[in-house]
């Protein structure tokens, strides 16, 4: 089973920055930290990965704790199509090239 | 790059009969995967395929379910006999080979209501 801890829901205003927090206490020393989204009726998307530094792409940038115990992901101007399930993926949700998906974050942004 | 494909999108039958899902992963990639979403239980990997081996199919629900990749550019995924408690959204995802990638590519799904 994914051992990571996720919010069920967060809401965000529009043009505000989109902070996901993701604790995965159990994590191990060579264990990414992963963060997919999915926008109602489309599949999965992947935002970002992470081992131990910081990570910034044109989606979003990932802030990983110094003990590597929890992680945030941050949407800087999140906006109405950001609104989706977000899930953090981590300790034993990665194996062999499997994903294993928990429940996430449904992150609604508002005007 | 069109991305995965997957067809059909939307797939209504009735129980008993057999249901081909089908998938066309993105060019190169090595990886196939075969998901299942339901409200009940979420995403759940059924099976997937490195270089068209089946690697991992622990996740088939039963023997009514078989999944194929006959070459690098196809895989069908299918049901029969289909049953009600099949309905869900079926997504096919593809990955290349860095290692362990787990950058998923996934399609937009195929919808199967089975009455």
């Known amino acids: 089973d994914a051992k990571t801890t996720q919010p069920p829901s967060m809401d965000c205003a529009e043009g505000r920055a989109a902070n996901l927090p993701c604790n995965h206490s159990t994590i191990s020393g060579n264990e990414y930290v992963y963060w997919y989204r999915q926008i109602h009726s489309q599949g999965p998307q992947y935002i970002i990965h992470g081992l131990k530094n910081n990570e910034t792409n044109e989606m979003a940038s990932l802030i990983i704790t110094e003990d590597r115990k929890s992680s945030t992901l941050i949407l800087p101007h999140a906006t109405l199509r950001d609104t989706a399930v977000y899930y953090c993926?981590?300790?034993?949700?990665?194996?062999?090239?499997?994903?294993?998906f928990g429940q996430g974050t449904i992150l609604t942004v508002h005007p | 790059d069109a991305g995965v494909i997957q067809s059909p999108r939307h797939e209504v039958t009735e129980m008993g009969q057999e249901v081909t899902l089908r998938c066309k992963p993105i060019s190169g990639h090595d990886y196939l995967f075969w998901y299942r979403q339901t409200m009940m239980r979420g995403l759940e990997l059924l099976i997937y395929f490195n270089n068209n081996v089946p690697i991992d199919d622990s996740g088939m629900p039963e023997d009514r379910f078989s999944a194929k990749m006959p070459n690098a550019s196809f895989s069908t995924l299918k049901i029969q006999p289909s049953e009600p408690r099949d309905s869900a959204v079926y997504f096919c995802?593809?990955?290349?080979?860095?290692?362990?990638?787990?950058?998923?590519?996934f399609g937009p799904g195929t919808r199967l209501t089975v009455t």
């Open positions: 993926i981590g300790p034993g949700g990665t194996s062999y090239g499997k994903l294993t």
């Open positions: 995802a593809s990955s290349p080979t860095h290692g362990y990638s787990y950058e998923q590519y």
